[in-house]
């Protein structure tokens, strides 16, 4: 029996064609060339040093960091209220189940109202008409 070097017998490895995987690969270079033309005329306030990237980072933790506290206070806080009424009035594990979700239900609040997406209490939404 011959010796096979490649998958096919032929010696050769892959499908022999050389030259299209040369044109797309410059095909695919060119389209991702074009797509950074695309993207940097769209973005021209990002500017490509280092220091915005890490800025952008740790503005990222602290926010993420500000909205975790926020929601373990609530809970925190429920969860002491309801323990504290229990050891008041002898009600065992009623208190605390009562506390635990309205710490959540509050938690969950200020992590809303800390992200913006529900109006601080006493404040109505300004862009609707008041005729309505």
Do not use: C
Not at 11 to 23: L, M, S, V, Y
Not at 54 to 62: D, I, L, M, R
């Amino acid at each position: 029996m011959a010796e096979k070097n490649g998958p096919n017998g032929t010696g050769e490895t892959g499908r022999g064609k050389q030259h299209e995987a040369d044109i797309r690969d410059d095909d695919l270079e060119r389209r991702r060339r074009d797509l950074e033309a695309s993207l940097a005329t769209r973005r021209p306030d990002r500017l490509e040093g280092k220091d915005d990237a890490k800025t952008g980072s740790v503005a990222g933790y602290g926010q993420a960091l500000k909205l975790s506290s926020e929601f373990i206070a609530g809970i925190v806080v429920g969860v002491g209220l309801g323990w504290f009424l229990d050891r008041l009035a002898g009600t065992s594990p009623w208190g605390l189940i009562v506390g635990l979700l309205l710490g959540f239900g509050a938690g969950v609040l200020n992590v809303l109202r800390s992200a913006g997406l529900v109006a601080e209490f006493g404040q109505r939404d300004k862009t609707r008409d008041p005729k309505d």
